[in-house]
């Protein structure tokens, strides 16, 4: 073995014993694994803190509460692989809910739900059509679509809270409340889609055109990749878990006030750059983005269980994002710090 270890970016070679890494080899291993690292620290400290915080309950009701924000974020993890963005998506999840609601008592269950699912993949047929084939910046068709789906829920509702008349009849509520073998359905909702979505990204021509598009479009669209059409599905695919997510809200309260949905956006985003997507495109998978949810959970839960009121986790998620972030491109770049100032 050599006595000395070339560190990348160096002059000559760098002095490092036999058995030691480099820094720059540190701080890739940091870049790649830092936020794991912090999670488990974390848990230990939560452990700590709390001895309930490793009860099994307690592990089953944050996997249960944090299944809408999950499902929403198997959707935007398509849309950020393929290099774009959806801001969009806390928005709709309060339309879809508040739809399905109205319906509920207008038509009843079974057509209010497939009804629901045609109007949302509409708004996400819309906003595919916009970034997908009129090639407009993402960030701003999603942050402009956010203010004009909440503007349309506000309309549809006539700005009023909506709740099912009978609560006690309904099967409705198999959704949110039910549970299979002592497993809630939310979590098999969640697990079923991410088994589902996950075999899709990674095994089938269609995840193959996503990250190609993300990755580099100009190649792609060379290579024949029809660039349009795959950030169009992506967007679809969005659209589709977030009908999914307002379908298990609606369930689980048979209620909903016409702004369930509004902050989750961001949420949804830690979730998915915490798993490993770059923002910048061609890189995530479904398997990771749900390590980030579960991390934005237990991380809230531990939070709560320390004393922390609940409005100390959105000072902790702009926390984790700008983290996430920062490891992001350090592992691009290769190391933590940038010599250019």
């Not at 269609?206 to 792609?220: E, L, M, P, S």
């Not at 977030?242 to 016409?258: D, E, F, W, Y």
């Not at 991390?295 to 269980?305: A, D, E, V």
Request: charged share 10%; net charge positive; hydrophobic share 55%.
């Amino acid at each position: 073995m050599a006595d000395f270890i070339k560190e990348p970016g160096a002059r000559g070679t760098s002095p490092a014993p036999a058995g030691r890494f480099s820094r720059a080899e540190i701080g890739a291993f940091l870049a790649r694994q830092g936020i794991l690292i912090a999670f488990i620290l974390f848990m230990i400290g939560f452990t700590i803190a709390n001895d309930r915080f490793l009860d099994p309950d307690n592990i089953l009701g944050v996997v249960r509460s944090s299944a809408i924000l999950g499902v929403m974020a198997l959707g935007v993890t398509f849309v950020v692989i393929s290099g774009n963005l959806d801001l969009s998506v806390g928005s709709m999840m309060s339309f879809s809910t508040i739809v399905v609601l109205d319906l509920h008592d207008k038509i009843g269950p079974a057509m209010a739900i497939p009804a629901m699912f045609a109007m949302t993949l509409c708004l996400g047929a819309f906003i595919g059509f916009l970034v997908g084939y009129l090639k407009l910046n993402s960030l701003i068709v999603t942050l402009g679509m956010l203010s004009a789906i909440h503007g349309l829920t506000l309309t549809y509702s006539g700005g009023k809270n909506m709740d099912i008349a009978d609560k006690e009849g309904t099967w409705f509520s198999v959704f949110g409340q039910g549970s299979i073998a002592g497993i809630p359905v939310p979590i098999l909702i969640f697990a079923l889609m991410a088994a589902a979505l996950g075999m899709v990204l990674a095994r089938t021509p269609f995840g193959r055109k996503v990250y190609a598009v993300g990755g580099n479009g100009v190649a792609a669209t060379f290579s024949g990749v029809r660039r349009a059409r795959t950030v169009f599905m992506c967007y679809l695919v969005s659209a589709f878990c977030v009908a999914t997510a307002g379908l298990i809200q609606a369930s689980r309260s048979l209620g909903s006030q016409n702004t369930v949905g509004q902050g989750m956006e961001l949420e949804v985003l830690a979730a998915v750059i915490l798993g490993g997507a770059s923002l910048l495109g061609g890189s995530g998978t479904i398997f990771k983005t749900v390590i980030g949810v579960l991390i934005l959970g237990f991380i809230q839960n531990g939070l709560l269980l320390v004393g922390l009121q609940f409005y100390a986790q959105y000072v902790v998620t702009w926390v984790i994002i700008i983290l996430a972030v920062w490891l992001d491109i350090a592992a691009k770049r290769g190391k933590l710090w940038s010599p250019i100032a």
